[in-house]
């Protein structure tokens, strides 16, 4: 089946879907985005993903090319073009094309936007989760504002690179006090020998995950306390269990940290029954 992209206002096939040379995403990573799980070809949690957008193109001075009524709309009908019934949805918006120039291009200049969806298998999804995630651990080296999800992601490549050239599935970004922040695409948790569910407080040093606050929620509901600190490498490997979230991933148990085996170095009951739940508490649309 052909795939097919939405590029400014046109659904082009996949293979001729194009951004313009100088737009300032490809010449400064310029631009924001967004990924929503798409389950039973219905968007997971857009409302909320759809608020970090607005969030992040607001903290860099972006507008929105469209109104969220109409992104709404091109979102469900990438998913339908492309028959994606469990899989991801993704959403970039630039600052536009314009002369390059590091400040901001003249007012007036459109933003670009660019949605595509994709299948993402499901069985393989339920076996990486039967098994559990080998994670390592790396300095945190990006800039100091990973609440905006920003286009700019390098230092992300190369810590899941390295993840990968290690047989691992995700890095951990360790800040300079030796505290996790959080993996390359997803947010870190630990569940403490002494039963306490520890995820970092969402500042400015993480990105606000949606799949993070429905797991909070998820927590809440059936009444087991959790906190939100900065937990260190030591803590983690200590654990009695561990595991991360993102929208592409729900919840993945995490078996290893540096090769160092979290509790019996298989996935915790509490991290697979979260992962059981999830969908529990999130919204569809
Ligand atoms: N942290 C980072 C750096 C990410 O890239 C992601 C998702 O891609 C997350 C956390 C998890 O966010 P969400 O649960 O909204 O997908």
Request: hydrophobic letters at 45%; one cysteine or more; charged letters at 25%.
């Amino acid at each position: 089946m052909s795939r097919i992209a939405y590029v400014n206002g046109r659904y082009r096939p996949h293979r001729d879907a194009r951004v313009h040379v100088e737009d300032r995403g490809y010449q400064f990573a310029d631009g924001v985005y967004e990924v929503c799980e798409v389950r039973e070809a219905r968007l997971v949690d857009e409302r909320r993903h759809m608020a970090r957008l607005v969030r992040s193109l607001g903290e860099l001075r972006i507008g929105l090319p469209m109104p969220l009524s109409a992104l709404s709309v091109v979102l469900h009908e990438t998913v339908r073009r492309n028959r994606v019934r469990n899989g991801i949805v993704y959403v970039e918006i630039t600052r536009g094309v314009a002369r390059r120039d590091f400040a901001f291009p003249p007012p007036g200049t459109t933003p670009s936007i660019v949605v595509t969806a994709r299948s993402l298998d499901s069985a393989k999804a339920e076996n990486t989760a039967a098994e559990g995630i080998a994670v390592i651990t790396l300095a945190e080296t990006r800039w100091a504002r990973p609440d905006i999800k920003s286009v700019s992601l390098l230092p992300n490549v190369l810590a899941k690179q390295a993840a990968r050239e290690a047989g691992a599935r995700e890095a951990w970004l360790v800040d300079a006090h030796g505290f996790v922040t959080e993996g390359a695409s997803s947010n870190a948790w630990i569940i403490t020998a002494g039963g306490e569910v520890v995820t970092r407080p969402a500042d400015h040093s993480i990105l606000s995950g949606i799949s993070r606050a429905v797991v909070l929620d998820a927590l809440a509901a059936k009444g087991l306390p959790f906190t939100e600190r900065p937990f260190t490498v030591a803590e983690a490997k200590a654990a009695r269990e561990a595991f991360i979230t993102a929208a592409s991933q729900i919840v993945q148990p995490v078996v290893s940290i540096d090769g160092t085996p979290v509790g019996d170095g298989r996935p915790g009951p509490l991290a697979l029954m979260l992962r059981r739940e999830f969908h529990r508490h999130a919204e569809f649309t």
